[in-house]
């Protein structure tokens, strides 16, 4: 208990700096102590952010004092600059936190601070996915550092896999999945994809091959080469105890049939996985192995162990553990790269943590707290990179609230109209959330049954 509590702690200790960055805008003396009786600075834009080489104006109002002219600087371990007018420009190729301050002339021991966030390039495609018809087109738009743009260059992955124009592309005659990329013209290493899906369905449900192995519980990944990875599941030992398999197996969608690669390193169910940017698969937590007696021994625990499948070699491999065990979480690409593990079923104080993952370093940090404690809950990336958690918990809830990836914390939104747990949300072209099903009345937890 005594390292839960730590962690709480701690996590709340992270949250009240990053709920210090922009809001001192009005302070006396550097840091917000000292000063000089009434005489204030105020710095305006409050809580900024600016992407890598861009600029910002910054205003100072001297409040008690006659004499308005200040002093720009920005504090120790600056990575960018500021002139004398409070024009600040980011640097070009590294992203952070500068803090930038105004002095008084007349009043010296006041001033005001601000955080600036450095926000490094991005470059997103809407839509993010297409389905086409052999020889059908489709229009997708860039926007670069959060602004429509033409400054992309648009290219296909696949040899023969169509053509595209000023980011109209036009299907090849042959089905399969192919893959758009937009790449900024500034810097050649920010790019992004959009997947195509060329078919000859009608749109009617038709049979496919079947898999190697029965799965329940498992998870899904649509791989960059168009195979799908199943990995996990439920693997029960008697009519009531369960636990988690290390069964995997891909689906070719050309061939329509399912082809067993192995095993994971560990036995997984109620586990996460997501696409990293370098084509690899992030595995993490989800309940062990199957316990012979669960009655008994209480179950299979959650893990805090994840691994990485390597599609070019079909191989599982460790990577670093998560900060805490976590089952029935979610598991999101943000757009830094980063991937934002939330929630977890086993642990109430767990279950309100999130922590994020970088694949440069494989190691797992802890993040911002939510409100409440989730798990079979949602979690949507938005198109202004904020990621969208909803409903979730036991009972259900009906709350939901906003993970700022820039700040590193999570603020309530408003609630829907209808609690619910175990159930889809799916972002559409227009920028609404669908979310459909729910709410469950049965959920995964160790030494209990799966339900929904």
């Not at 105020?42 to 992407?51: L, S």
């Not at 937009?182 to 050649?188: H, K, L, Y």
């Not at 939901?400 to 914390?409: H, N």
């Not at 619910?420 to 972002?427: K, R, V, W, Y």
Request: with cysteine.
């Amino acid at each position: 208990m005594w390292r839960k509590t730590w962690l709480v702690v701690v996590s709340s200790f992270f949250l009240m700096l990053a709920g210090c960055g922009g809001a001192n805008s009005t302070s006396e003396g550097p840091g917000g102590t000292g000063g000089s009786g009434s005489i204030k600075v105020e710095v305006t834009p409050a809580a900024p952010n600016v992407y890598e080489g861009k600029t910002i104006q910054f205003q100072a109002k001297v409040i008690g004092q006659s004499d308005q002219a200040v002093t720009w600087s920005l504090q120790a371990h600056a990575i960018g600059t500021i002139d004398d007018t409070g024009l600040y420009t980011a640097p070009g190729d590294a992203s952070g936190v500068d803090k930038v301050m105004a002095t008084s002339h007349a009043v010296p021991t006041a001033s005001g601070i601000v955080n600036v966030i450095v926000l490094p390039h991005q470059v997103a495609i809407s839509p993010g996915s297409a389905t086409l018809s052999p020889g059908g087109t489709q229009t997708f738009t860039a926007t670069l550092d959060g602004v429509v743009s033409a400054n992309v260059t648009w290219s296909i992955q696949e040899v023969g896999g169509g053509s595209i124009s000023g980011g109209t592309y036009e299907a090849p005659l042959k089905t399969g999945f192919y893959h758009v990329i937009a790449t900024s013209m500034v810097d050649s290493s920010v790019n992004t994809t959009a997947t195509i899906s060329v078919t000859t369905s009608t749109g009617r449900f038709t049979p496919t091959g079947s898999m190697q192995n029965g799965h329940s519980l498992h998870a899904a990944t649509l791989l960059n080469n168009g195979t799908v990875l199943v990995a996990g599941g439920t693997a029960r030992v008697g009519p009531v105890c369960h636990g988690g398999s290390a069964f995997a197996e891909l689906y070719d969608p050309v061939a329509g049939s399912f082809a067993s690669i192995g095993s994971m390193l560990n036995p997984r169910v109620g586990h996460a996985a997501v696409l990293l940017p370098d084509g690899e698969v992030l595995i993490t937590g989800g309940l062990g192995a199957p316990v012979q007696d669960c009655e008994d021994l209480g179950g299979p625990s959650a893990q805090s162990s994840a691994e990485l499948y390597d599609p070019s070699t079909h191989s599982f491999k460790v990577t670093q553990s998560m900060a805490e065990p976590r089952v029935s979480h979610t598991a999101t690409l943000l757009g830094t790269g980063k991937v934002l593990i939330v929630g977890d079923s086993n642990d109430a104080l767990v279950g309100s943590t999130s922590e994020l993952y970088d694949p440069e370093s494989h190691q797992f940090t802890l993040t911002g707290s939510m409100s409440v404690a989730r798990y079979c809950h949602t979690a949507t990336l938005m198109p202004n990179g904020k990621v969208l958690i909803s409903g979730g918990g036991s009972p259900p809830t009906a709350t939901a609230e906003i993970y700022d990836p820039t700040t590193g914390a999570f603020t309530l939104t408003g609630s829907m109209l209808t609690a619910q747990c175990g159930h889809t949300a799916t972002l559409l072209q227009n920028g609404l959330v669908l979310i459909t099903g729910g709410p469950c009345f049965g959920f995964l937890q160790p030494g209990g049954s799966d339900g929904g």
